[in-house]
């Protein structure tokens, strides 16, 4: 059954939609009704010009305020937010999350494969494929640069890259390139037993990225969001906890490193 859930989900189609909604369906009608009712009564200077049925949010919360994305952003707009770099760089993150928290409150540029559209102020955008070096020579470096939840889909080809086996090495050398030295690098994963979910992501060991740093770069602070999608911020980054990736199956690390030189 998650599997058909799953394949219908992938072509746009979620019984699970349909279902609340034919349950919501009664209420909605009764609703109408009494509403149009109501209208009758008093005059109608708000007159009913169309239907636009919403048929399941009375039995949801009012927001997400969990999960990977809303506390990675949070986290790291708030650590950006106290270093004041003279320049912070992003590669890739949400748009409507991170790089929106960050807009409020300083100019940001943000680096992607795929185009984006905007007129809001203090975002500026570049357009270009961080698994080619040469997009990190026309970008320069950057005393503070971001990459949440982003690496894991380098040369997977979700995004229309091209595909390899080592995009995630590629992209992390040329991440580590726009760092300048005495910056900041923030980085996020998901975590837990290290894998490839085709084509949506990898899942990395907590003890890879660390490892896979080059030389000069330093982790300087450590949290992860668990797989109840809560945030432990600050934590130790300890051989026990690394081991068994904090006991995340699919969890998100988010990595500060600071890169020594002057």
Same mark, same amino acid.
């Given at each position: 059954m998650k599997r058909i859930m799953s394949l219908s989900r992938l072509f746009g189609l979620d019984p699970s939609v349909t279902m609340r909604a034919v349950r919501a369906l009664p209420r909605f009608?009764?609703?109408?009704?009494?509403l149009r009712r109501q209208l009758?009564?008093?005059?109608?200077?708000?007159?009913?010009? !169309?239907?636009?049925? =919403?048929?399941?949010?009375?039995?949801?919360?009012?927001?997400?305020?969990?999960g990977h994305y809303f506390h990675q952003d949070l986290h790291v707009a708030r650590r950006v937010f106290e270093?004041?770099?003279? !320049?912070?760089?992003? =590669?890739?993150s949400r748009v409507d999350g991170f790089v929106s928290h960050v807009a409020v409150f300083r100019e940001i540029e943000v680096a992607d494969i795929r185009r984006l559209s905007t007129t809001a102020s203090n975002i500026r955008f570049v357009h270009c494929d961080l698994m080619d070096p040469r997009s990190v020579a026309l970008l320069g470096q950057a005393d503070s640069v971001s990459c949440l939840h982003v690496l894991e889909h380098f040369g997977l080809g979700r995004y229309g890259d091209a595909v390899s086996a080592e995009g995630h090495l590629r992209g992390l050398e040329n991440l580590c390139a726009l760092v300048a030295p005495g910056g900041r690098l923030y980085l996020s994963v998901p975590i837990g037993p290290q894998r490839i979910e085709f084509n949506a992501h990898r899942v990395f060991a907590a003890k890879t990225v660390p490892a896979l740093m080059p030389a000069g770069f330093r982790l300087e602070q450590f949290s992860f969001v668990d797989d109840a999608?809560?945030?432990?911020?600050?934590?130790?980054?300890?051989?026990?906890?690394?081991?068994?990736?904090?006991?995340?199956?699919?969890?998100?690390?988010i990595y500060e490193f600071s890169r020594t030189g002057t």
């Open positions: 009608l009764r609703d109408y009704r009494s009758l009564d008093r005059g109608q200077d708000f007159p009913i010009a !169309r239907y636009y049925p =919403v048929l399941s949010e009375d039995s949801e919360e009012s927001g997400v305020a969990g270093a004041n770099p003279r !320049r912070h760089l992003d =590669v890739g999608g809560d945030i432990h911020a600050h934590v130790e980054f300890s051989a026990p906890d690394v081991a068994r990736n904090f006991g995340c199956t699919f969890g998100c690390g």
